[in-house]
């Protein structure tokens, strides 16, 4: 690549030129994103590109083509759901719950970023993800593949492999919670350019959770443990519904992050 002009990307002035766009469009943290957007351009051209993008309303991390994930850059294609930081909660209690892990599945994976997350900080484990939306599957090929894993396409369980049955320590189902009268409320930066899939969780935004729950038991190895992230007004009753099919459950919340997770595991 010949060497940058004095108007390239680089350049001061056009720094502050993407600042004053950025924060012109309603981006709080217009210097920071900046910053990300100007080292994901290679060319002035394709800065022009990206900004437009952001300044139209595109998600950050589809616009570098990016997100951050307990410290990994975890690959996001448009379609796909954009791993939140608050997810990295739900990470953090499944290697408390089971440090020693060696078999883990991320169910409902969208990007694959907590099943990445966990192999990372884990070591040497059988990961196995799986999504129904062949979009999520894509993307989570280039991040579950990057760590050794295997990524299924299908409906929940129905995607994975029959020899799992009973073998799987976590079972990470970041799973759709948000009440379907609730979908068009959430922010335009999910509403627009987020998979209805991955956010709509029916009438009381429980109805993947209760699925995943009823047959978690038969695929858990005795301690195995299921994890999924909720909401507080919804964590009383996804606790009745781990209990009822038979997993120890309890709750876990992280104020800082505005996280809660139903933990049920496998007597």
Request: net charge negative.
């Amino acid at each position: 690549m010949p060497p940058l002009s004095p108007s390239s990307p680089l350049s001061p002035s056009t720094r502050d030129s993407v600042v004053a766009a950025l924060r012109a469009a309603g981006c709080v943290f217009a210097e920071d994103e900046a910053q990300l957007i100007l080292a994901a351009a290679r060319t002035p051209e394709e800065l022009t590109a990206l900004v437009d993008r952001r300044v139209a309303g595109l998600p950050l991390e589809l616009v570098v083509g990016w997100a951050e994930f307990r410290g990994l850059r975890i690959a996001v294609e448009p379609g796909v759901f954009v791993p939140r930081r608050r997810t990295e909660f739900l990470v953090e209690q499944a290697l408390a719950q089971l440090p020693d892990a060696s078999v883990v599945v991320d169910l409902c994976c969208g990007s694959g970023a907590v099943g990445a997350a966990l192999a990372t900080a884990l070591g040497t484990v059988e990961l196995h993800a799986a999504d129904i939306d062949p979009a999520a599957v894509r993307c989570s090929r280039r991040n579950v593949g990057a760590v050794g894993g295997q990524v299924h396409e299908g409906d929940l369980f129905a995607a994975l492999p029959g020899e799992l049955r009973g073998r799987i320590d976590i079972l990470a189902a970041n799973v759709p919670y948000v009440p379907t009268d609730q979908v068009g409320l959430l922010p335009a930066e999910a509403r627009d350019h987020e998979p209805l899939v991955a956010l709509d969780g029916g009438a009381d935004g429980l109805d993947v959770l209760r699925r995943v729950a009823a047959e978690a038991a038969g695929w858990l190895a005795p301690g195995g443990c299921l994890l999924a992230e909720t909401s507080e007004r919804q964590a009383a009753a996804a606790l009745d519904a781990f209990a009822g099919s038979g997993l120890s459950a309890r709750l876990a919340v992280s104020e800082e992050l505005f996280a809660d997770v139903v933990i049920g595991v496998r007597p």
